[in-house]
């Protein structure tokens, strides 16, 4: 069968066949975004797992917005304006979805950070828009650059993800939120602002989101996979109630709703001081494999390799000094996979942005023993 027009658009994964290598036995592999499996709370879950036999009505079709208890949880947790309203979605990436079939036509522009988060292009790619990225900088994206953007060009959409970016781990300044929110409510552009790895801040003091700052031009996706676990399936999309309501049509066309056993097991955990104390731990695993890594970096390949610091979330962003994609080769033959950078751009942009000397690497799924091991692989092979 002939498939659809965008569908030819869409480029197949890297990274999942990447994964699928990083499987064998003696890899080890800082490609996935995965979180830690060791530490995916599945005992502290599981009573509430057991309890949703005695609960029969979970079993039942529920609302499309999602389920009511978990919602007014949540509202209160994020302390969510009066004006705004929240969907809960089968993770950030339904909310992604969502949010491209209600906005983005074929003649929609939509802007983004380039490099940018894969899953996200995807589903641009798929809406048929016109993908408009914008080079990032160590502390967001860079500003004139924006500005000729929004000068020139009709920009509907600005897709961001300011907190330890995927995949380049870069959390915005403040001063890159003021100045970024002035530019869109100047030229009447509509942020999206994605945020799974938000609450995984390992070092320093956390920022305003954009939603914070400007709740009233910002749509804001978070999740509970890098927080929980992934395989609930579990985020929502909050902002303007009456952007909440258009999102909410698009959802009821589609799988009606996110499975209500899940939300009340995730409910019941968030409420339980379990919860807290599990965040606390992730952040402190992370921070000590992050830091492992970083060393090891710097002491075994010195200025062979560079990365800016960072403080939060699952990835670095290493700059060498030959081309990443021969090199990423090498270290899978080595032992150890990689993403090198160039499939984080749109496609056909990757030269524009000089992105063949860059590799994403993620701590969080690898102990310290691995990162260390990796780092010895990648310097044989430098
Ligand atoms: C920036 C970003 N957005 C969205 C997602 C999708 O996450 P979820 O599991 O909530 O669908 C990811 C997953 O890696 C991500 O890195």
Same mark, same amino acid.
């Given at each position: ?25 003696? !890899? ?6 995965? /979180?830690?499996?060791?530490? @995916?709370?599945?005992? *502290? #879950? ?38 705004? *309203? ?26 983004? *950070? ?11 790619? #798929?809406?048929?828009?016109? !993908? ?75 920022? /305003? ?7 009233? !031009?910002? #749509?804001?996706?978070?999740? =509970?996979? &890098?927080?929980?676990? /992934?395989? !609930? ?37 968030? &409420? ?22 970083? $060393? ?18 699952? =990835? ?5 000094? $030959?081309?990443? *994609? ?5 270290? @899978? ?12 751009? /749109? ?36």
């Amino acid at each position: 069968m002939e498939t659809a027009t965008q569908w030819q658009q869409l480029q197949p994964s890297y990274i999942r066949e990447i994964l699928a290598a990083s499987q064998q036995p003696d !890899i080890i592999s800082l490609a996935g975004g995965l /979180p830690a499996g060791d530490l @995916l709370p599945v005992n *502290e #879950l599981q009573p509430y797992i057991e309890a949703l036999t005695a609960q029969p009505d979970l079993f039942q079709y529920g609302g499309s917005a999602g389920y009511e208890p978990l919602r007014q949880d949540l509202r209160r947790r994020y302390d969510l304006d009066k004006n705004s *309203e929240l969907i809960i979605t089968s993770g950030s990436q339904q909310g992604l979805d969502i949010i491209a079939r209600t906005y983005l036509d074929s003649d929609t522009h939509i802007a983004l *950070e380039a490099p940018c988060y894969l899953g996200a292009l995807q589903v641009f790619q #798929l809406s048929g828009a016109t !993908i408009c990225p914008v080079r990032q900088t160590p502390t967001g994206p860079d500003l004139e650059e924006l500005e000729q953007l929004f000068h020139t060009t009709a920009i509907k959409l600005f897709y961001a993800v300011p907190d330890f970016h995927n995949p380049t781990g870069v959390c915005w300044d403040l001063k890159t939120r003021q100045a970024v929110i002035s530019l869109c409510q100047h030229y009447g552009v509509f942020l999206l602002e994605d945020s799974p790895y938000r609450a995984l801040r390992f070092i320093g003091e956390s920022m /305003p989101s954009l939603a914070d700052l400007a709740p009233d !031009i910002t #749509l804001q996706l978070n999740s =509970f996979s &890098k927080t929980v676990t /992934p395989g !609930i399936r579990l985020g929502f999309i909050s902002g303007p109630e009456q952007l909440i309501d258009q999102l909410l049509r698009t959802r009821q066309a589609m799988d009606l709703h996110s499975p209500l056993p899940f939300q009340q097991v995730l409910l019941e955990f968030l &409420k339980s001081p379990t919860y807290s104390l599990h965040l606390n731990k992730l952040k402190q695993v992370y921070r000590d494999r992050y830091t492992a890594l970083a $060393e090891s970096l710097r002491n075994r390949l010195g200025n062979q390799a560079q990365f800016n610091e960072v403080e939060g979330g699952m =990835f670095l962003w290493l700059t060498l000094q $030959e081309d990443a *994609e021969q090199f990423a080769e090498r270290a @899978l033959a080595a032992g150890v996979a990689t993403v090198p950078g160039c499939h984080f751009y /749109p496609p056909h942009y990757s030269a524009d942005f000089n992105a063949h000397r860059t590799l994403r690497l993620n701590f969080s799924h690898s102990s310290i023993e691995q990162l260390r091991h990796a780092v010895d692989r990648l310097t044989e092979i430098l």
